[in-house]
């Protein structure tokens, strides 16, 4: 029986503007409880084909509408997520388990994002440039690039899928989108949204299922000309170089082995307090979460042990109850490897300082939860170093010196997001020049990146392209260049007119 707070028991896809009902399906379970909170279609290659005929058709139209008239549909979009907010992050909390007032939070990128999305509708600026020739007018414009595909991560199910629909949208493009199977109900509700607020069907279509069915075919479907894909390093890397073969152009934002930076003249309560929120928070299931420490030895001590006492506060649990803190791990799968991680970093002889376990019994019986782990003297070469663990467990690694700090953050094969906290304020300077990564906070956590800033990552963790911010129009949109000759004659370029 599906969850109250659901519409269906049974979600469909949405292609053309309809419903369409799955022939397969597989449960979507609650990770705080593991109850079966809804039942998701598992489509097909011909499911695809359909929504990719029905975009084709429908962003003919949708590409000729003004870029302004296109963009009042996202102001009301974002209206209705408004009005809406509470019960997204309740349902945002049931499928995916972050604790509510993170869900709270990433509902609210989503509105954020709708409003400074539809706000692009009056800029999405070109540039005019002088042209060779007199009586010459040149300029270069965006241009909609047709039907776009995007694949979305089950860890940020709304806010990820607002960065890149939004700006695909108010540029004139169709849209398939393929949500992760674990959480399917944000797409659910979005394409209510979408569809209440005046969306032309066909715009965006939702067909769900899995990465080996349906991504799979919207990777080689060629008439989808984009992919833009949150996930792992190895879908990432596969998806790319089907791409390339084709010629496709792709967008990939993956991986992250994300550092503090606390050096010894840093407020260490302040340090201490971002660690813990970037390492725990989301129970450490963000692409941008701190699992690495690098810590100057003449503070490692003094920060270790504010750090161990501020997570005593630390309530782990259902996050629906607002006092709970660290919320559930998404599946079995993230629970194992998290579980081998602990295993590796003690055979490699770093010293466990707190956590490590799976948490059983009680309250934590029916779901899946995992302590809030720190690991120290870790150093910069171990796998817990190295490799995405993507769960609540952190590493400290000691370090000398400012420089040293740079070097063990830069030497990894990611390069997401860094933080260093410093009151030095040529140490700040220095490190948002050399830290290589597509994030640099100062005095902050590894999380909390903002909307209309460019999120993405330097080295593995990407391909050079950027989700949200303004930068997000690059990948949905193709630039051209247009000559106005007005001269009324024919000026052949590249020939001497003397
Ligand atoms: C992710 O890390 O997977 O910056 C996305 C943040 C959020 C988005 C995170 N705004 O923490």
Request: proline share 4%.
């Amino acid at each position: 029986m599906a969850n109250a707070l659901v519409d269906k028991e049974v979600l469909m896809n949405h292609i053309n503007g309809q419903w369409v009902k799955p022939e397969e399906t597989r449960d979507v379970i609650n990770p705080a409880n593991g109850e079966v909170v809804v039942k998701v279609p598992l489509s097909t290659k011909e499911d695809v084909d359909q929504a990719v005929q029905a975009a084709k058709q429908a962003q003919k139209k949708w590409a000729l509408e003004p870029a302004p008239q296109r963009a009042e549909i996202l102001y009301e979009v974002g209206r209705i997520m408004k009005e809406r907010k509470e019960h997204l992050s309740k349902l945002l909390t049931l499928e995916n388990g972050k604790v509510l007032e993170e869900a709270r939070g990433e509902v609210q990128e989503g509105i954020d994002m709708a409003f400074y999305m539809a706000g692009e509708g009056r800029r999405m600026f070109g540039q005019t440039t002088n042209a060779e020739l007199k009586d010459k007018f040149a300029m270069s414009v965006r241009a909609p690039i047709g039907v776009v595909g995007l694949i979305t991560p089950w860890n940020f199910p709304i806010a990820i899928a607002t960065w890149k629909s939004f700006p695909a949208i108010v540029a004139g493009n169709a849209v398939i989108w393929k949500p992760a199977t674990e959480t399917p109900i944000m797409a659910n509700e979005l394409m209510k949204i979408f569809a209440e607020a005046g969306l032309p069907k066909g715009v965006v279509n939702v067909v769900f299922g899995t990465g080996g069915s349906v991504g799979d075919a919207m990777v080689h479907h060629p008439a989808i000309k984009v992919i833009s894909f949150t996930g792992s390093n190895e879908t990432g890397s596969n998806i790319a170089a089907e791409c390339g073969r084709q010629l496709k152009k792709v967008s990939l934002e993956m991986g992250g082995k994300n550092a503090v930076i606390v050096m010894d003249d840093a407020d260490l309560d302040l340090a201490a307090e971002g660690v813990i929120w970037s390492a725990f928070g989301t129970s450490g299931q963000r692409c941008t979460a701190c699992s690495r420490v690098i810590v100057h030895e003449n503070v490692k001590e003094e920060l270790e042990s504010k750090v161990l006492q501020k997570m005593k506060g630390l309530k782990i649990g259902d996050g629906l109850n607002e006092d709970v803190k660290v919320g559930p791990i998404i599946n079995q799968a993230g629970m194992d490897k998290i579980k081998k991680y602990i295993q590796i970093g003690q055979e490699e002889g770093a010293k466990l300082l707190a956590g490590g376990k799976e948490l059983t019994g009680g309250d934590h019986a029916n779901g899946l939860y995992f302590e809030p782990t720190v690991f120290t003297d870790a150093t910069m070469d171990m796998r817990i170093a190295q490799e995405e663990i993507f769960g609540p467990v952190v590493s400290f690694i000691p370090v000398a010196s400012f420089e040293e700090a740079i070097d063990v953050n830069n030497r990894v094969e990611f390069g997401l997001s860094s933080s260093i906290f410093t009151r030095d304020v040529n140490q700040v300077y220095r490190a948002q020049r050399d830290l290589d990564t597509g994030i640099v906070y100062v005095n902050a956590g590894t999380t909390g990146a903002e909307i209309h800033l460019p999120f993405g990552g330097t080295k593995g963790t990407g391909n050079g392209h950027r989700d949200s911010g303004v930068q997000a129009l690059d990948v949905f949109t193709e630039w051209k260049a247009v000559y106005v000759d007005y001269s009324g004659k024919l000026q052949r370029a590249q020939i001497d007119v003397e």
